[in-house]
């Protein structure tokens, strides 16, 4: 705690005293000058504004039955035993206590407040609160967690559902109890205490106004998370008497929305997936091929991809000779050889029966000749061959994205896919078993 006189021995001498003191303790000049707090309250006292007057400061935090605007009568009231309790919102989890003020070495007020015992405490409690049968039931059957506190966050009723959410036995561990009881982390306790008391102040404008937002639980046997709603409630001359809070429990919903998510992600990713050769199929090339159009685009200076179309040659004519079991297997065996030769970074679809692409970035077209030159020399070397001792060859057709022309989307898919494709026809024409390449299309 930071002394405001500290060339004063003797005021720290007090201070050193007072730490060891477990209540809290406040001192001040006889000019009601705030002097210093022991370390008990400075561990709740978030904050005091240290100026000539923060004694009014600190009394906005109490409740008292009267206000006082002299405090020197103030402090007359509390010597002579004429205030018996105060209890302090917004920064003290306990609600009520007995403040006495002793004068030392005709120098310093110290104030020191006491917490009553809990007997005294529950019967305060209970002097100020009126209870209603009717709406004890209904909230009893109510169907989620609800509760209502006083001004003060002291819980005054809940219904069986709220006991079950804060894994307690009975009413009787709420009711006249603060968030402080059940949060462990202070700070967090703290967050939810000053939360309640910003939608009182807000409600002094609003009484209509009501406050969710979502926390997260932690209790000895259950965690979570789950929406709060908040209203005020108000007696019968229209005064707010506390807030009204009704909890949904969000804990298996959410976990039932990451299932979800997960189930729906494995199933578009499935969805991607060729069925016999296990690479991307038609749906994914349309969905990358777009978002590289968008990328380079948007982003010139990054340069451009490749796109190129694969066809097995004289694949129908395999189809019908051999039929199509030792068809797919042929389409196995040349997707697992042309896997081997990209790179993870090489995206690689079957887009028709007999029919591959890959989209390729961080290659210029001319290093992509020598890849074609690759997958063609690999898939007829290896000598996948049939009956009449033929080897299976690949046409390939190659383009550059021309990320200059001021095209839409659809136009760009649709301006490289012919192009390229166009490029394998002339491949095919011109005798198959060899690639075909666009340097630059408008």
Known sequence: MQLFYTNDDELNDLKNIYDNINVYIVVFDKQYNFLFGNTRINKEFKNPNHNINVFHNFLSYCQI?????????????????????????????????????????????????IRFNKDEEIKLLNNKLTTNVLIDKLIDNYPLPIFYKDK?????????????????????????????????????????????????KMGENNINHIETYEFVYSFEK????????????????????????????????????????????????????????????????????????????????????????????????????????????????????????IRQTDMFFRIGGDEFALIIDGISLENSKLLAIKLLNTIQNNKITLIDNKNITLSIGIAEFNNQLNLSIEENVKKIFEITDNALYKAKNNGRNQYQLVKKYK
């Open 65 to 113: 039955d009267k206000e006082y605007s002299n405090i020197e009568e103030l402090f007359k009231l509390i010597y002579e035993d004429k205030i018996k309790s105060i209890a302090f919102i917004g920064i003290f989890h306990n609600l009520y206590y007995k403040p006495s003020l002793s004068l030392i070495k005709d120098k310093y007020l110290v104030l020191s407040f």
């Open 222 to 341: 259950s965690s979570g998370t789950a929406y709060i709603y908040k209203s005020l409630f108000l007696n019968d001359e229209n005064e707010i008497q506390g807030l009204v809070g009704v909890v949904v429990d969000t804990t298996q919903q959410k976990k039932l929305e990451k299932k979800l998510k997960l189930n729906n992600f494995e199933l578009s990713l499935a969805l991607q997936k060729d069925h016999l050769t296990k690479i991307q199929n038609k749906l994914s090339f349309d969905l990358k091929i777009v978002e590289k159009i968008n990328y380079y685009k948007r982003y010139k200076d990054k340069g451009s991809f490749i796109l190129m179309i694969l066809d097995i040659d004289h694949f129908k004519i395999i189809n019908d000779t051999y039929g199509h079991k030792i068809g797919d297997e042929i389409l196995k065996i040349i997707t697992k050889k042309i896997s081997l030769l």
């Open 152 to 200: 003060y966050g002291i819980y005054i009723n809940c219904n069986d559902k709220f006991v079950e959410f804060f894994d307690k036995e009975n009413k009787s561990e709420i009711i006249g109890k603060t968030v402080y009881d059940f949060e462990t982390s202070n700070e967090l306790a703290s967050i939810y205490e000053q939360r309640d008391s910003n939608f009182l």
